[in-house]
């Protein structure tokens, strides 16, 4: 089964951007959906973005559309989300996972077993 790796995650002002990624060894990433979900202190996990393997189709929850945007670079095994407009509610250790439904990225319990997820990367957006 795939591996995902997230990287990116850092301090950051509101306002700001950073660019996250979810590389991927041990398969082909084209092949699977890679959502990315986050954690806030005290707060469930939530999906929050998503991308379909077979033809690229992405979703976004209401609370990043427009701010965030996934994309895929398959000649690097990777996915991005890159991070605009950053506010101190985005703060939270991002995750991202292969191989569930993209139209079930906002179920968390969809996605918890049987998939392949990272270890997180902490965004704080603080000033």
């Known amino acids: 089964q795939v591996q995902v790796v997230e990287s990116g995650g850092g301090l950051v002002q509101p306002g700001g951007s950073l660019r996250l990624s979810c590389a991927a060894s041990?398969?082909?990433?084209?092949?699977?959906?890679i959502g990315w979900f986050r954690q806030a202190p005290g707060k469930e996990r939530e999906g929050i973005s998503c991308?379909?393997?077979?033809?690229?189709?992405?979703y976004y929850a209401d609370s990043v559309k427009g701010r965030f945007t996934i994309s895929r670079d398959n000649a690097k095994n990777t996915v991005y989300l890159q991070m605009n407009s950053l506010k101190p509610e985005d703060t939270a250790v991002y995750y991202c996972?292969?191989?569930?439904?993209?139209?079930?990225?906002?179920?968390?319990?969809?996605?918890?077993?049987?998939?392949?997820w990272g270890r997180g990367t902490q965004v704080t957006v603080s000033s």
């Open positions: 996972a292969a191989g569930g439904p993209c139209g079930w990225y906002s179920d968390y319990d969809v996605w918890a077993n049987g998939r392949s």
């Open positions: 041990g398969g082909t990433l084209d092949n699977y959906a």
């Open positions: 991308v379909r393997g077979n033809d690229g189709m992405t």
